[in-house]
């Protein structure tokens, strides 16, 4: 197996390797590689069904979509597709379904159909935008919480889709989740600046208009492209990434071709702070 890192931020490029059989000796490398670089890339895999789902399993148990679950879905592997009648809305950097108590640990994408030109990935790299704080704003940032919703387009987009008259129950049902601003990686110990744009609300305890400009703050720091990786999609592409220290987002500049992913999740853990995990660390590979 070869791990080739793509720049000095995040993301690696994985060969000799099938996704699809993959042994228990590969995996482990692989699961050590993610952890190193966060987000890996694996060529023309063209994974099926049954085995994203098998290698979904070997992370930990496949997430089903909550708003699914609520309603008795079981089914872990969810159809991402754009038409000129379905436009792209994932073009903001976020972590998937942070307003969740406990969101997603890792992520499973694979390029099903794909445009002509554009709708490529991006990520950014969460410890590194915590590794650039002073360490004054650290302590700063520190004891703060961030209050995660759905926000109020995805209720509208609900709304179009499924009609209006179950949002009261499932806005009830999902009144969204607080999380630590800063996050402790519970397998590296490493600490990441935990926002997510989309899903964003508000900072706990500060007015509406401290809140926003915080927040506008805080997400501006992952347009930095030092903090970026961007993968150009060729069908059968696999990614996988780590939803606990990296934010991504879905360009849409291939609307209104066709583009379908199929994506599927890991369940994780509830978000914490430990003030004696590091504050960085120097990963080689």
């Known amino acids: ?11 690696a490029v994985v ?17 050590t590689a993610l952890l190193t670089h966060q987000v890996l890339f694996f060529r023309e895999q063209q ?11 070997r ?32 073009d903001g950097w976020h972590t998937d379904i942070s307003w969740m108590p406990e969101p997603p640990k890792i992520a499973i994408l694979c390029a099903l159909e794909l445009p ?5 990935t991006m990520w950014a790299d969460l410890y590194r935008v915590y590794d650039a704080l002073s360490p004054a704003l ?33 806005q009830a049902a999902f009144p969204g989740a607080t999380h630590p601003l800063i996050r402790t990686h519970p397998e590296t110990g490493r600490r990441a600046l935990f926002v997510s744009g989309m899903f964003m609300e508000s900072v706990v305890g500060f007015t509406r208009e401290e809140s926003e400009w915080m927040l506008r703050w805080l997400q501006g720091r ?16 696999v990614a996988i990434w780590d939803e606990r220290c990296t934010n991504h987002r879905a360009l ?15 369940d994780g853990d509830a978000p914490y702070f430990a003030p004696q995990s590091v504050s960085s660390l120097v990963t080689t590979g």
């Open 1 to 11: 197996m070869d791990v080739r890192r793509l720049n000095g931020a995040l993301g």
């Open 15 to 31: 060969a000799g390797v099938d996704l699809e059989t993959i042994d228990d000796a590969a995996f482990e490398t692989v699961h």
């Open 47 to 57: 994974l099926s069904d049954s085995g994203q789902l098998a290698l979904a399993e």
């Open 59 to 90: 992370f930990g148990q496949p997430s089903v979509y909550p708003i699914a679950a609520h309603y008795g879905g079981t089914q872990a592997l969810h159809v991402i597709e754009d038409t000129p009648d379905s436009p792209p809305d994932a």
């Open 116 to 120: 002509a030109y554009g709708g490529d």
């Open 138 to 170: 650290r302590d700063m940032l520190a004891p703060l919480s961030i209050h995660h919703t759905q926000g109020s387009d995805f209720w509208e987009k609900f709304a179009r889709i499924a009609g209006s008259e179950q949002l009261p129950e499932l």
């Open 222 to 237: 992952l347009d930095d492209p030092n903090v970026q990786v961007r993968w150009q999609w060729r069908a059968g592409d």
């Open 252 to 266: 849409s500049d291939h609307y209104p071709q066709h583009r379908r992913m199929r994506r599927c999740t890991i």
